[in-house]
């Protein structure tokens, strides 16, 4: 060999080597795998600590879940606790690729699955990759090199499944108790009982501020506290003339409402949604038009990390204060799994309803972004009830602010939020409500009604349908289903 080629090959040698070693000190490390089983779900956490590209897929004959992380180590004690779990015989790993990762876990039975990324919980650091199995057969077999592709960036826009938050919500019997009385919150009523034939939908109403807190005021002197009570009256007794609803108000006068005690009043009254009801302002008296909000998703972190530093709210954290769900025995990082699943299927519902109030509304008046808009407002902070705050129209605009105080452009808007929250229940009736039990037996043949252990992936493939389709034919924007709800399926697929 010349001397040239020599020093090539050590020099292509050399690189080879810091290559590798860079790789090494770029990998990311697999810290452990914990479970939990509830209702015929498991959920297994796999706990990185650090962004990781990932796949996951099943495999029959013997079935087995399969888990391949990219460029990742892992410890000897990675699975200590996962063992115990029932479902799982046996759990093994091995280095493949040179640097990456396979985690195979042998399973009792065949699973259906869904999966998805998941931040660090509050106050921890890593990532978290989350998988959900129930009983069932995920279709899938073959050599583990020839399986469909399903890899996922963490950290990005994945698959949240609330399955067990919501599981825990169908099945419990939720019976609405009047608050105590106070001079400044509105005095609740029993919801109907529709005859033994499933309970009312609660929804709460919120005109925005009151007594001492006037809001904003137009240019002829229109107060918003004024112009969101009657509104919010209009729409009340749209809801309290519908079957299967029933509706409670935050304020029926010109008292102050704290904002946290807003929300909390929607809790005592265990509600399905909470709408707050404003009027905008702006410094331009040109800007008009309507618009509508969800939390946000920084909001839900920053509320998430609120209530697992109260200690005294994790006994009522899910499903209201006789909490459907109790997690005063739960450990911190569980609070927060099951905290950060609540609030993302919270949000995912309150943005499906919040596109069609959008739709009504836009129907007869100007709409200011047309879209749902999100914000951290306070008032929308509810981890367990979809909530929405709608800015009806701008008082600091002159021809607004004179429609905003006529009884017929007010009845409209009550007509429009009253029809969207509607329209959303429709296509979402909670279980064990009159809505639910009067659609039981109304499901068409290009209908499919959401079972428990149901999945969204899950249904498109025994539809012979894509999930996209789906979420289109539905208006879903996450891969979030809730059981009872009614789908429809796409054709032409």
């Given at each position: 060999m010349s001397k040239s080629r020599w020093w090539l090959a050590c020099l292509l040698m050399m690189g080879c080597l810091l290559l590798q070693a860079f790789s090494s000190a770029q990998a990311m490390q697999l810290s452990g795998i914990r479970t939990w089983s509830h209702d015929g779900t498991t959920r297994a956490v796999f706990d990185v600590d650090g962004d990781v590209d990932y796949q996951v897929f099943t495999l029959k004959d013997p079935a087995r879940l399969v888990l391949d992380f990219k460029n990742t180590t892992t410890t000897p004690d990675i699975a200590d606790s996962a063992k115990q779990e029932a479902l799982f015989k046996n759990i093994r790993w091995a280095t493949r690729n040179g640097n990456d990762l396979r985690v195979v876990i042998d399973l009792a039975h065949p699973v259906a699955y869904s999966q998805f990324p998941l931040g660090a919980a509050p106050g921890k650091q890593g990532s978290r990759v989350v998988v959900d199995m129930q009983a069932g057969d995920s279709g899938e077999n073959g050599d583990p090199e020839a399986q469909p592709k399903q890899v996922a960036k963490q950290g990005a826009a994945g698959d949240p499944i609330a399955d067990i938050i919501k599981q825990q919500q169908a099945n419990a019997e939720r019976q609405s108790q009047a608050p105590p009385e106070?001079?400044?919150?509105?005095?609740?009523?029993?919801?109907?009982?529709?005859?033994?034939?499933?309970?009312?939908?609660?929804?709460?109403?919120?005109?925005?501020?009151?007594?001492k807190d006037p809001g904003t005021h137009g240019p002829g002197g229109t107060l918003e506290k004024t112009v969101v009570l009657q509104i919010g009256k209009r729409v009340k007794s749209l809801f309290d003339n519908a079957r299967g609803f029933v509706a409670r108000m935050t304020r029926d006068d010109d008292t102050f409402v704290p904002l946290r005690g807003r929300t909390e009043i929607a809790r005592k009254d265990h509600a399905d949604?909470?709408?707050?009801?404003?009027a905008d302002a702006a410094g331009s008296s040109s800007a008009r038009g309507s618009s509508v909000y969800a939390l946000s998703q920084h909001g839900a972190t920053s509320e998430t990390a609120r209530w697992l530093a109260q200690k005294e709210n994790n006994s009522d954290l899910i499903g209201g204060v006789e909490g459907d769900l109790d997690l005063s025995d739960k450990d911190e990082m569980l609070r927060g799994v099951l905290l950060d699943l609540s609030m993302t299927a919270t949000i995912n519902a309150s943005l499906s309803a919040g596109r069609q109030l959008i739709d009504h509304l836009g129907r007869f008046n100007r709409l200011h972004t047309g879209r749902v808009d999100q914000a951290g407002f306070v008032v929308l902070k509810s981890p367990d009830i979809p909530s929405l705050l709608v800015e009806t129209g701008y008082?600091?605009?002159?021809?607004?602010?004179?429609l905003l105080k006529s009884p017929s452009h007010q009845q409209q808007?009550?007509?429009?939020?009253?029809?969207?929250?509607?329209?959303?229940?429709?296509?979402?009736?909670?279980?064990?409500t009159y809505l639910a039990n009067q659609q039981g037996a109304k499901v068409g043949s290009n209908q499919y009604r959401v079972r428990p252990g149901d999945s969204l992936s899950l249904i498109a493939q025994h539809q012979g349908v894509s999930i996209e389709a789906l979420k289109k034919a539905n208006n879903l924007a996450l891969d979030v289903v809730q059981t009872g709800q009614v789908l429809t399926i796409p054709k032409g697929q």
């Amino acid at each position: 060999m010349s001397k040239s080629r020599w020093w090539l090959a050590c020099l292509l040698m050399m690189g080879c080597l810091l290559l590798q070693a860079f790789s090494s000190a770029q990998a990311m490390q697999l810290s452990g795998i914990r479970t939990w089983s509830h209702d015929g779900t498991t959920r297994a956490v796999f706990d990185v600590d650090g962004d990781v590209d990932y796949q996951v897929f099943t495999l029959k004959d013997p079935a087995r879940l399969v888990l391949d992380f990219k460029n990742t180590t892992t410890t000897p004690d990675i699975a200590d606790s996962a063992k115990q779990e029932a479902l799982f015989k046996n759990i093994r790993w091995a280095t493949r690729n040179g640097n990456d990762l396979r985690v195979v876990i042998d399973l009792a039975h065949p699973v259906a699955y869904s999966q998805f990324p998941l931040g660090a919980a509050p106050g921890k650091q890593g990532s978290r990759v989350v998988v959900d199995m129930q009983a069932g057969d995920s279709g899938e077999n073959g050599d583990p090199e020839a399986q469909p592709k399903q890899v996922a960036k963490q950290g990005a826009a994945g698959d949240p499944i609330a399955d067990i938050i919501k599981q825990q919500q169908a099945n419990a019997e939720r019976q609405s108790q009047a608050p105590p009385e106070s001079p400044n919150v509105a005095v609740a009523v029993s919801p109907k009982a529709n005859q033994g034939r499933g309970r009312d939908i609660v929804v709460i109403i919120d005109p925005g501020h009151g007594g001492k807190d006037p809001g904003t005021h137009g240019p002829g002197g229109t107060l918003e506290k004024t112009v969101v009570l009657q509104i919010g009256k209009r729409v009340k007794s749209l809801f309290d003339n519908a079957r299967g609803f029933v509706a409670r108000m935050t304020r029926d006068d010109d008292t102050f409402v704290p904002l946290r005690g807003r929300t909390e009043i929607a809790r005592k009254d265990h509600a399905d949604f909470f709408v707050s009801v404003h009027a905008d302002a702006a410094g331009s008296s040109s800007a008009r038009g309507s618009s509508v909000y969800a939390l946000s998703q920084h909001g839900a972190t920053s509320e998430t990390a609120r209530w697992l530093a109260q200690k005294e709210n994790n006994s009522d954290l899910i499903g209201g204060v006789e909490g459907d769900l109790d997690l005063s025995d739960k450990d911190e990082m569980l609070r927060g799994v099951l905290l950060d699943l609540s609030m993302t299927a919270t949000i995912n519902a309150s943005l499906s309803a919040g596109r069609q109030l959008i739709d009504h509304l836009g129907r007869f008046n100007r709409l200011h972004t047309g879209r749902v808009d999100q914000a951290g407002f306070v008032v929308l902070k509810s981890p367990d009830i979809p909530s929405l705050l709608v800015e009806t129209g701008y008082l600091s605009n002159p021809t607004e602010e004179r429609l905003l105080k006529s009884p017929s452009h007010q009845q409209q808007i009550a007509q429009a939020i009253f029809a969207g929250v509607t329209s959303y229940f429709r296509q979402h009736p909670p279980p064990g409500t009159y809505l639910a039990n009067q659609q039981g037996a109304k499901v068409g043949s290009n209908q499919y009604r959401v079972r428990p252990g149901d999945s969204l992936s899950l249904i498109a493939q025994h539809q012979g349908v894509s999930i996209e389709a789906l979420k289109k034919a539905n208006n879903l924007a996450l891969d979030v289903v809730q059981t009872g709800q009614v789908l429809t399926i796409p054709k032409g697929q």
